[in-house]
């Protein structure tokens, strides 16, 4: 196999996976894989641990058949963790080749506009964002978008980046206003000044995250001032993000106020109920993980500040799952995530379980701490103590203390008649589960 061969096959599989796994996951866990040829063996690069486990758990059986497919069936496929892949600016154009020296800064390539979720909170900014991928200097320069935390400024403008990108001939400079005051003060310290300014002349988009924080710094205000005015005179577009309008930053100059404003001032809500539900199914998808419908309204109606505590929610419920092998449903989650959902859990007492086992097997309370010993009341009365073990923190003693004075030896023997009745009858199971999660809730 040589190497313009192999290049032109590996970008064949891209393509047919492409038109079979959804875009966001193809962009995400995908697109950034890189493949050569050893022999008979095909290696295939990823960023890091965590992407490769995705990417096994998910894509490995699609990607060994398309490989299979097009290399012969005796092909060997390995795995492997390259680092450097996530300095590297992966940034695919349509040869899905790495593009190079067209990128200053970090870019995510998992942020485009395909899987950002629109609504009526971002579709304005979306709308810009869109217009000028299209055009970039053209219209709405500068772009200047605010709003509070995560709500998706970043994502919209790496959105952009990407798009711009894929277009192969423009040059972008991406940075937070803490790195370009930080390079700013590093080239006066060492006279590289002309240098400094130099670098961001040159580009055709310059994108500036979280520019709130120049404000007060005068000499990164005096230098930025002078950039933006180089780039807006020739029609290089700028984008700008912050989380107030420009009218509202204290210590920011009135001049540098004044051209934030002249382009198109754009602001990004907190997402609607609808929207909030939209990106958490997104999200999962994009993980392939099963989530809910009961789930997914749970946390959209709980966590409305922003998305990033959407996506916080839905990673730490993944990892509880996965590292616990427990199904996602309304009870799991509510544990998981009573912290975030502003839920309390409300300790199960003896006498909440007592009661109500004896109205599920319709018995008397009294019943429970009697010493009738009929099966209509001694089994009753031995779920209610399997119960009781399960879901408080009492020792043996105490829970037969309250079921009228027992032997702990007698709750041991409940619980472990229960537990083994339970695991050879599917419907007790069910039954006992239920009203176990009757009581948690």
């Given at each position: 196999?040589?190497?313009?061969?192999?290049?032109?096959?590996?970008?064949?599989?891209?393509?047919?996976?492409?038109?079979?796994?959804?875009?966001?996951?193809?962009?995400?866990?995908?697109?950034?894989?890189?493949?050569?040829?050893?022999?008979?063996?095909?290696?295939?690069?990823?960023?890091?641990?965590?992407?490769?486990?995705?990417?096994?758990?998910?894509?490995?059986?699609?990607?060994?058949?398309?490989?299979?497919?097009?290399?012969?069936?005796?092909?060997?496929?390995?795995?492997?963790?390259?680092?450097?892949?996530?300095?590297?600016?992966?940034?695919?154009?349509?040869?899905?080749?790495?593009?190079?020296?067209?990128?200053?800064?970090?870019?995510?390539?998992?942020?485009?506009?395909?899987?950002?979720?629109?609504?009526?909170?971002?579709?304005?900014?979306?709308?810009?964002?869109?217009?000028?991928?299209?055009?970039?200097?053209?219209?709405?320069?500068?772009?200047?978008?605010?709003?509070?935390?995560?709500?998706?400024?970043?994502?919209?403008?790496?959105?952009?980046?990407?798009?711009?990108?894929?277009?192969?001939?423009?040059?972008?400079?991406?940075?937070?206003?803490?790195?370009?005051?930080?390079?700013?003060?590093?080239?006066?310290?060492?006279?590289?000044?002309?240098?400094?300014?130099?670098?961001?002349?040159?580009?055709?988009?310059?994108?500036?995250?979280?520019?709130?924080?120049?404000?007060?710094?005068?000499?990164?205000?005096?230098?930025?001032?002078?950039?933006?005015?180089?780039?807006?005179?020739?029609?290089?577009?700028?984008?700008?993000?912050?989380?107030?309008?420009?009218?509202?930053?204290?210590?920011?100059?009135?001049?540098?106020?004044?051209?934030?404003?002249?382009?198109?001032?754009?602001?990004?809500?907190?997402?609607?109920?609808?929207?909030?539900?939209?990106?958490?199914?997104?999200?999962?998808?994009?993980?392939?993980?099963?989530?809910?419908?009961?789930?997914?309204?749970?946390?959209?109606?709980?966590?409305?500040?922003?998305?990033?505590?959407?996506?916080?929610?839905?990673?730490?419920?993944?990892?509880?799952a996965t590292l616990t092998g427990r199904t996602i449903d309304m009870d799991f989650s509510r544990r998981v995530l009573?912290?975030?959902?502003?839920?309390?859990?409300?300790?199960?007492?003896?006498?909440?379980?007592?009661?109500?086992?004896?109205?599920?097997?319709?018995?008397?309370?009294?019943?429970?701490?009697?010493?009738?010993?009929?099966?209509?009341?001694?089994?009753?009365?031995?779920?209610?103590?399997?119960?009781?073990?399960?879901?408080?923190?009492?020792?043996?003693?105490?829970?037969?203390?309250?079921?009228?004075?027992?032997?702990?030896?007698?709750?041991?023997?409940?619980?472990?008649?229960?537990?083994?009745?339970?695991?050879?009858?599917?419907?007790?199971?069910?039954?006992?589960?239920?009203?176990?999660?009757?009581?948690?809730?």
């Amino acid at each position: 196999m040589n190497d313009p061969q192999q290049k032109i096959d590996w970008q064949r599989i891209l393509d047919e996976l492409a038109e079979e796994v959804p875009a966001a996951r193809f962009d995400a866990w995908i697109r950034p894989v890189r493949a050569a040829v050893e022999g008979r063996t095909m290696i295939l690069s990823v960023p890091s641990r965590f992407f490769l486990d995705n990417l096994r758990d998910h894509h490995e059986k699609a990607i060994r058949k398309k490989v299979q497919q097009h290399f012969g069936e005796d092909v060997l496929i390995e795995f492997g963790v390259n680092p450097d892949l996530a300095v590297e600016q992966p940034q695919p154009g349509k040869t899905g080749e790495v593009t190079t020296g067209q990128v200053d800064g970090f870019i995510d390539h998992r942020f485009t506009f395909a899987n950002f979720v629109v609504g009526p909170s971002n579709e304005f900014c979306h709308a810009a964002c869109r217009a000028v991928a299209d055009l970039p200097g053209s219209i709405y320069n500068p772009l200047y978008i605010y709003g509070g935390v995560g709500l998706g400024k970043t994502h919209l403008i790496n959105a952009v980046a990407n798009e711009l990108l894929n277009q192969n001939h423009f040059k972008i400079a991406y940075r937070t206003s803490e790195r370009f005051t930080n390079e700013l003060i590093s080239a006066i310290r060492n006279g590289t000044t002309q240098q400094f300014r130099d670098r961001y002349r040159q580009v055709d988009v310059l994108i500036v995250d979280d520019v709130q924080f120049i404000a007060g710094k005068a000499s990164t205000q005096e230098e930025f001032f002078h950039t933006f005015n180089a780039l807006y005179e020739v029609r290089k577009q700028i984008i700008l993000t912050s989380d107030r309008p420009p009218r509202e930053m204290n210590h920011l100059q009135e001049r540098l106020k004044s051209r934030f404003g002249c382009g198109l001032v754009a602001d990004i809500q907190p997402p609607s109920l609808e929207t909030r539900q939209a990106i958490l199914n997104s999200k999962a998808e994009l993980a392939g993980i099963e989530l809910p419908a009961d789930v997914t309204a749970l946390l959209a109606s709980r966590i409305t500040s922003n998305v990033r505590e959407l996506e916080g929610a839905l990673t730490r419920l993944t990892a509880h799952a996965t590292l616990t092998g427990r199904t996602i449903d309304m009870d799991f989650s509510r544990r998981v995530l009573r912290d975030l959902l502003h839920e309390e859990v409300r300790a199960v007492t003896v006498e909440d379980i007592q009661k109500q086992v004896a109205n599920y097997y319709n018995i008397r309370l009294q019943d429970m701490r009697s010493k009738k010993r009929t099966r209509n009341v001694a089994f009753p009365r031995q779920v209610a103590m399997y119960c009781c073990k399960q879901l408080t923190s009492l020792s043996l003693p105490e829970i037969g203390e309250a079921f009228g004075g027992r032997d702990h030896t007698t709750v041991l023997y409940a619980v472990r008649k229960i537990n083994e009745m339970m695991q050879g009858n599917e419907s007790l199971e069910v039954e006992v589960e239920r009203m176990m999660q009757m009581l948690r809730n």
